[in-house]
């Protein structure tokens, strides 16, 4: 049973303007999330994380933001640049032992 | 030049031969991950080792296994009794809350 889901495999946005990228978990117990970015053929890349106890982290054009009532995440990127362009994946850390992916969205930002 | 390296980053092998990927950092990070990336699928986890001579099963580690005798180094053998091997491989280690990835290697069995 998947606990972290990235229910939109993909999406467009044209330069400039905002991306929204959204996470759902199942697991009240997960109080860490991360983002990372991820270009074919290599490695996923650290983006950026939150705790539980935030609702908001920011870090230069991106921002993320948890609710916890609704065990739900976004990745805010503003404004979107071409290099951009990559699939984006969610994590959650409840046990300290192990992360739980989500499938991942793929971004595609149009010049 | 700290990092976490996969070698190599393509590897082919004939079907029912065992095959090992290499993974090695000097991040001198305690915790290492391998996981595997199939198109469309999120990275699941196969085993992941907390220190040195200590590792744990993964979701998913029935045809794989592991050894960690060295703090820097995290082998993972695909063996013959792995189904479905080829895919794209990850290994990860672990600083604080946040894991690091290596570069990964494309398994493909013929």
């Known amino acids: 049973d998947q606990q972290v889901k990235q229910n939109s495999p993909s999406l467009s946005v044209q330069e400039g303007r905002i991306s929204i990228l959204n996470c759902d978990y199942t697991?009240?117990?997960?109080?860490?999330f991360l983002w990372y970015k991820k270009y074919p053929a290599e490695g996923p890349t650290f983006l950026i994380s939150i705790s539980s106890i935030k609702d908001k982290n920011e870090d230069g054009r991106f921002t993320v933001f948890l609710n916890k009532s609704a065990k739900h995440l976004s990745l805010h990127i503003v404004p979107s640049q071409p290099g951009d362009s990559a699939v984006y994946f969610c994590?959650?850390?409840?046990?300290?032992?192990?992360?739980?992916f989500g499938t991942g969205t793929s971004l595609t930002v149009i010049p | 030049d700290g990092g976490i390296t996969q070698s190599p980053k393509y590897l082919f092998r004939k079907e029912g031969q065992n095959v090992t990927l290499s993974c090695e950092q000097n991040l001198n990070h305690d915790a290492m991950y391998w996981y595997r990336q199939d198109p469309g699928q999120g990275l699941r986890l196969i085993y992941y080792?907390?220190?040195?001579?200590?590792?744990q099963k993964g979701d998913i580690a029935e045809g794989y296994s592991v050894s960690r005798e060295k703090k820097e180094s995290f082998p993972l053998t695909v063996t013959s009794a792995q189904k479905n091997p080829t895919a794209f491989y990850l290994c990860?280690?672990?600083?604080?809350?946040?894991?690091?990835f290596g570069p990964g290697t494309r398994l493909t069995v013929l």
């Open positions: 990860a280690s672990k600083w604080a809350d946040t894991q690091y």
């Open positions: 994590a959650a850390d409840g046990t300290g032992n192990q992360f739980y």
């Open positions: 080792s907390q220190i040195v001579n200590d590792f």
């Open positions: 697991n009240s117990m997960f109080d860490y």
